[in-house]
Structure formats: structure tokens, C-alpha cells
């Protein structure tokens, strides 16, 4: 395909959402007036305009136009027993109805932090924020206040949230915030060895996602996860693992996986069952440091722990058991291979990369490693591939990631190759 021709199908695709989705478009417009760009959330929005979205109900959202679709984001990896769940509506109605949010412990929290402390073998001790943004702020000022040094190194391609300390410098973000951080090549040892070295004793953490999300859903090499281990304890500093999307992968994290304990992670999505929530836990001389009387880290948070989002994320946690997430990393990876064969036969610069119940589609036919290679895709082509399964009742995130839910029916799954292998066939 040429790019003339990308062009031309994805102004046909982009004519078919716009005549499918009207009442989306008008509230789009209001929203533009309210909102800047009409949205809350630089990530979910793309062109012409997302839909407005009026129901969940299990593996299905449902828009103000009526139309449905069956949701492989679900709100960015978080829902993964899907909308509505009956058995985590009830626990956190029967919460809220006790009263939303106090400014004393529940139990409800406590119980969430065992659960977290029970299944993840290198968390001791737990805290709870509202997002995994907070979480991985305050896992970094932790490993800053405990190493006394002032650096926090990440990956290429990562994402751990929108705070100062996870982005470019560059608009509101000053040049000194990006001297405090040093950016790693990711899956590459002797660059690593490099920058870790050259870093030398101002290096407080490494933070990693063990599986790349928002990066494109790439694995992180064993070996290199091996290396990263015995380099920051050489160093001297912190290892944070960023399990906010992959706790879904097993019941004791992506770092159970690679026999690998971190000396922090940060948690999020899941662990809410579809409500606002974060969380950080690790080593118990390290997170002593927050102790309310001899810790000399003060972390606050109004809505810490709420008990809401704790009731929904316990009841989402005793449901997702060693099992069901073996059966959910199974059914993604079947996925994977036949959307991988689907897009292999289309002759297309088209590909997808997936762990478990992960999984991504990349507007590229290059093998992919890193987020380099994320990054060389085809805009129109993802853009083309995303708005073309929307249409066709399919719901991912503009650049192509999606992951499974517990909701999801064969049917379902089927459906989704059924429609790029109809979407790559037409265009
Ligand atoms: C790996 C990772 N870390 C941190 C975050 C930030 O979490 P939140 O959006 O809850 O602030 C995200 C969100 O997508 C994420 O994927």
C-alpha cells in the first residue's frame, strides 16, 4: 500500500465513524468549549474525536450513538474482569454505602496491603495513592530519601505516569528536573553498564516496567533483568519495578515470573477493580522511611486508601487467582499468533508484539525490540488500523495496545481477527 492509498482508505474509515458516531461529535464539541482539546486525558483522545461512552457491561462499552463494542482497553489494561463486574459492584457498593472516604484507616486498606503483601514476595510493606502516577513519584523520592542521592534512572520508551520526573524536560518541565534523571537503553546490557557506571554514586533507583507498556508491549530480556539486579545493587541503588499494568501477568507480578526481587514496586489499575488507585511497597527498612513518627518522608493523600476503590480492588484480586490469570495469558497469547498470521498474510508493513494477556499492534513490519522500532511505524497505517476496527465494533487504544479481560468470550476473540483480517482485506 502506498501512502496515497493509506490516505485515501483512511479518509473512507474516518467519513464512516464520523457518520456512525454523531452524538459523540456533538458532545465532542461541547466538551472542546470545557476542556482543552474537549478531554481529561492526552492518551485517550485521538481524531476526529473519541466516543462518548454512556455504559460498561462486561466485555462491552456501549456509546451515545448506541453503538457497541467489545473493549480490548479496558481503561488501559486496569478492568480485568471487565465492566460492571457483579461480584466487585457489590463489595464496593456495600463499601460505599458504610461512607465513601474517611480521615482514619479502614479496614478495607488493611486488608488490600495483605493481600498485595501475601502475594508479591519482595513487598513487605504497602502504600496506597490515588493513581499510579503518585505511586511512582513517591517510590522515587523513597529511593532518593534512602540512598541520600538525587537520580532516578528509566528506559527508553518507558512511561510510569505524568509527573515531573517521567517526562521530557521541555514545556513546564524545567532543564534541572533532567538532570536529576538518566535515560537507559532498554534490553541493552553494555549500554546499560555505561550510563549506570557513568551515573556512579548520584544514582538513587533504576525504575523498570518489566514488560514495556504503553512502549508497545515489549518483554524485557531475562538476562537483562538479571544484569539490572546485581548492576544496582553494585551501584548502590534502588531497583523499582513498575508493575502497575504487568500485576495482571501473575498473582505475584511480572517479577515472579523472572525470579527477580526488586526492592520496590509500584502498583496501580487492577488493584482498584475499576476505581481511582495506586499503590508502592517494598523492603521494610526502606519503606520505614514513610513511618507517620520516625520516618522522615511525610506522604499524604485526602483520598489514600479509599475505601471504595480497596473493597473493588480485594474483590477483584480474590477473583483473579493463579488460574484465571494462566487461562487469561493463554487466551492472549493464542490472540497474538493468530493476529500476528492475520496481518503476516495481509502483505502489510503490519505486525503485533504481546506477553500474556497483553498485546499490541504495530504499523510496522520490523522485528520489535524496543520502542526505536515502536517509534519508525506508520502513523496512517496505525491510525488506519485503529479507527477501522472501531467501526467494526472493536475497541483499542489509538496506538494499537489492548489487552484481554476475564468478560471476554470466544466469540469475542474470534472477533477480533475475524475483523482485522476483514479490515486488512478491504482497505
Ligand atoms: C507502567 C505505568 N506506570 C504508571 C502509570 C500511571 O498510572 P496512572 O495513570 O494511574 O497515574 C501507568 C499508566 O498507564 C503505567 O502504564
Request: with cysteine; net charge negative.
Amino acid at each position: 500500500m502506498t501512502a496515497m492509498d493509506i490516505d485515501a482508505a483512511l479518509r473512507r474509515v474516518s467519513e464512516e465513524y464520523l457518520a456512525r458516531n454523531p452524538r459523540s461529535m456533538q458532545v465532542a464539541h461541547r466538551a472542546a468549549r470545557v476542556l482543552p482539546g474537549g478531554t481529561t486525558r492526552t492518551t485517550t483522545f485521538f481524531a476526529p474525536f473519541p466516543p462518548v461512552l454512556v455504559a460498561g457491561e462486561g466485555s462491552e462499552i456501549v456509546d451515545a450513538d448506541g453503538n457497541r463494542r467489545v473493549d480490548y482497553l479496558n481503561n488501559y489494561t486496569s478492568l480485568v474482569l471487565g465492566h460492571a463486574h457483579p461480584g466487585v459492584l457489590s463489595r464496593a457498593m456495600a463499601a460505599a454505602g458504610r461512607g465513601t472516604a474517611f480521615s482514619s484507616p479502614t479496614e478495607y486498606e488493611v486488608r488490600l496491603a495483605e493481600v498485595l503483601v501475601q502475594r508479591v514476595a519482595s513487598v513487605d510493606q504497602v502504600r496506597l495513592t490515588n493513581s499510579g502516577t503518585e505511586a511512582t513519584m513517591a517510590a522515587m523520592r523513597l529511593a532518593r530519601a534512602f540512598t541520600g542521592r538525587p537520580r532516578v534512572a528509566r528506559f527508553e520508551g518507558s512511561y510510569h505516569g505524568t509527573h515531573d520526573y517521567t517526562a521530557t524536560p521541555g514545556a513546564g518541565i524545567p532543564g534541572p528536573v533532567g538532570d536529576l534523571m538518566v535515560t537507559l537503553p532498554f534490553n541493552d546490557i553494555p549500554g546499560c553498564e555505561r550510563a549506570i557506571e557513568q551515573a556512579g554514586d548520584s544514582l538513587a533507583a533504576v525504575i523498570i516496567e518489566p514488560v514495556l507498556g504503553a512502549g508497545g508491549v515489549i518483554a524485557t530480556d531475562q538476562e537483562f533483568l538479571d544484569f539490572l539486579r546485581r548492576a544496582t545493587v553494585h551501584a548502590g541503588a534502588l531497583l523499582i519495578f513498575d508493575e502497575i499494568i504487568t500485576f495482571r501477568l501473575h498473582a505475584g507480578g511480572a517479577q515472579a515470573t523472572y525470579g527477580i526481587r526488586p526492592d520496590l514496586t509500584t502498583f496501580g489499575k487492577i488493584i482498584g477493580g475499576g476505581f481511582p488507585i495506586g499503590g508502592f511497597g517494598g523492603r521494610e527498612d526502606v519503606m520505614a522511611l514513610l513511618h507517620p513518627t520516625r520516618g522522615s518522608i511525610q506522604w499524604g493523600g485526602t483520598f489514600n486508601g479509599n475505601p471504595v476503590s480497596a473493597a473493588a480492588g480485594i474483590a477483584t484480586l480474590e477473583a483473579l487467582t493463579p488460574p484465571v490469570i494462566d487461562e487469561l495469558n493463554r487466551a492472549g497469547e493464542e490472540l497474538v499468533e493468530r493476529l500476528d498470521k492475520a496481518l503476516g498474510a495481509s502483505g502489510l508493513p503490519a505486525g503485533v508484539t504481546g506477553v500474556g494477556s497483553l498485546f499490541n499492534l504495530h504499523a510496522t513490519g520490523e522485528e520489535i525490540t524496543d520502542s526505536r522500532a515502536v517509534g519508525r511505524a506508520d502513523p496512517g497505517l496505525t491510525e488506519l488500523l485503529h479507527l477501522g476496527l472501531m467501526n467494526r465494533g472493536y475497541f483499542l487504544a489509538p496506538r494499537g495496545m489492548g489487552c484481554l479481560s476475564t468478560a471476554m468470550t470466544t466469540e469475542e476473540l474470534d472477533g477480533l481477527v475475524n475483523a482485522v483480517e476483514d479490515l486488512v482485506h478491504n482497505l
